[in-house]
């Protein structure tokens, strides 16, 4: 269920560390709350965690290289140091996104995501599927219950 909160927000300079998940299309819905699970885990290994170490998914619609390819889950960093064993980093510039609030299951939210892709063509903003989009977790989100994902989708736009 989406809760129609859209609005347009400046998100400055945030560095991850965590997770790269890179598989085929179809499976994204099981692979990340598994790195998700993972995270949890490993979440104290990880030093200056900001936010009170709150997930923070990203990814590229439209990636240029293959670097750009796959999705990111991982932890708020104020600087990176001593990454854990398996885990890698993410710096994404700052940039300007159109959100909304992602509240149900997680099989749902590309719903909400259409949502606001209306939103954003009728407000007359131009999607940046060229550039990283986030998805920032809610404390409530529990990555063993996938049925109820709490999450901020942040689309960026031009």
Known sequence: MTIPQ?????????????????????RYMEEIPKAARSLNKRKKEIKHVTDSGRHVGAFVVEESSPEE?????????RDYEDIPEGMTTLTI???????TLHKGPN???????????KW???????RADN????????????????SDVH????????
């Open 107 to 117: 099989d749902q939210i590309r719903t909400s995501y259409a949502a606001l892709h």
């Open 93 to 99: 510039p700052p940039q300007q996104y159109a959100t």
């Open 131 to 146: 550039r990283w989009n986030l998805e920032r977790y809610h404390e409530e989100t529990d990555p063993e219950n996938p």
């Open 120 to 126: 954003i063509e009728e407000k007359g903003y131009t």
């Open 6 to 26: 859209n609005t347009v927000k400046e998100i400055g300079e945030v560095k991850l560390v965590g997770f790269r998940v890179l598989c085929e299309g179809e």
């Open 151 to 158: 999450v901020e989708l942040c689309d960026s736009i031009l």
């Open 69 to 77: 390819d796959g999705y990111w889950i991982g932890v708020q960093v």
